[in-house]
């Protein structure tokens, strides 16, 4: 999905609406490799199968931080400003991790628009709130 183009005063009018979720995603325990991989975070419990498949977990899990890469997926689902050149991530509010992902789980992410502060006349907050659902 492409975002939606709107008139920048038109923002406004998306606060407290939900937007399509996304698809579902699997979470393989490749991709869980070449997170541990790239982040230097290689804890058994990522990616050790047989060590992990000995504890209350019963295998391997996602990094939390892995799943909290995934949020991005999902911004394709906001609308935008029209003549915005580019949009930074500004920050993260509150996260929680409520449960694990177990490997070759399937996530997708829901999303709402929460707040919109206009910087200036080309800057902007835009405020959202995510949730991860694990299948």
Not at 14 to 19: D, L, R, S, T, W
Not at 66 to 89: D, K, Q, S
């Amino acid at each position: 999905m492409a975002n939606l183009v709107v008139p920048k005063e038109e923002l406004v009018n998306f606060i407290g609406k939900k937007v399509e979720s996304t698809d579902w995603y699997e979470v393989t325990q490749d991709r869980i490799n070449e997170f541990a991989h790239c982040t230097g975070d290689d804890y058994f419990m990522h990616v050790d199968p047989e060590k992990a498949s000995k504890t209350d977990m019963g295998g391997t899990i996602a990094h939390g931080l892995l799943t909290l890469g995934l949020t991005p997926y999902i911004m394709a689902n906001f609308p935008v400003p029209e003549h915005m050149p580019h949009g930074f991530n500004y920050g993260y509010d509150k996260i929680r991790f409520l449960a694990p992902v177990h490997t070759g789980k399937r996530v997708r992410i829901h999303g709402e628009v929460k707040d919109v502060e206009w910087k200036d006349d080309h800057n902007c907050k835009f405020i959202t709130a995510l949730t991860v659902e694990i299948e």
